[in-house]
């Protein structure tokens, strides 16, 4: 229990540190005007229980944009996993992000992550801690970028299987590229919402998610998006 409380106490630090430099180094940057857009997210996450403590995970992300009839992004994300405990867990990922708006663009991706989940007596809280090296059309050299994310539910009713929810994920580019991406503070994702167990091996998230982008040229972007996220564990 002391092991976790310490970790939990350096993630918050570090989540904080990152917005607080970032932001700080984004300021030069940061416009007045921003962009709004009103977007659906439908990510569906497979975990896998594989033999001995490995672990796998399939996600298959679909975002739309304004015009919900078309897809405006989808993200492809395998990974393989390693159990080191039963809160700490490490990955290995690769992602294909593919873009249809307002041409077709796509990305490919590689990542190491650092997962945390506990569940202490009245809420459960879980971390990510991402590593991304980005291989971006156009863009010369491999675009490094930072992740952290903190998640807190809370869940109530008789049997605890409906949740409150909320999480924040901060993003940092960690190199320039000419081409790409700039170093400093990227984004921001906050979620608010509602969970609901369906069964022991299916889970939803359902609310509001705002994404506050740092754009490089032109006005920033703000996305209001509504996430329904669905959680599937396969041989629990």
């Not at 990510?43 to 944009?65: A, K, S, T």
């Not at 903190?150 to 929810?165: H, Q, S």
């Amino acid at each position: 229990m002391k092991v976790h409380r310490n970790f939990l106490k350096i993630q918050w630090q570090a989540m904080l540190l990152v917005c607080f430099v970032f932001a700080g180094l984004g300021t030069e940057t940061v416009r007045a005007e921003t962009d709004h857009d009103g977007q659906l997210w439908f990510p569906i996450y497979n975990r896998l229980h594989l033999p001995g403590n490995f672990l796998g995970w399939v996600e298959v992300n679909p975002r739309f944009g304004d015009n919900v009839s078309e897809i405006d992004q989808l993200l492809l994300r395998p990974a393989i996993g390693y159990k080191l405990s039963k809160s700490f867990s490490i990955w290995q990922g690769y992602a294909w992000v593919t873009n249809y708006e307002p041409q077709f663009r796509d990305e490919h991706r590689l990542y190491q992550q650092l997962s945390f989940r506990h569940a202490f007596t009245d809420f459960r809280i879980s971390s990510r801690t991402r590593l991304e090296e980005r291989f971006i059309r156009n863009a010369r050299g491999t675009a490094l970028r930072a992740r952290e994310m903190v998640r807190v539910d809370v869940p109530f009713g008789a049997e605890k299987r409906w949740g409150f929810v909320v999480y924040d994920e901060v993003f940092a580019g960690l190199n320039t590229l000419q081409g790409g991406p700039e170093s400093g503070f990227d984004q921001n994702r906050a979620f608010l919402g509602i969970s609901r167990k369906l069964s022991d091996s299916l889970s939803v998230d359902f609310g509001y998610q705002n994404q506050a982008i740092n754009r490089q040229t032109g006005p920033n972007a703000m996305n209001h998006i509504i996430l329904m996220q669905w959680f599937v564990d396969w041989g629990k």
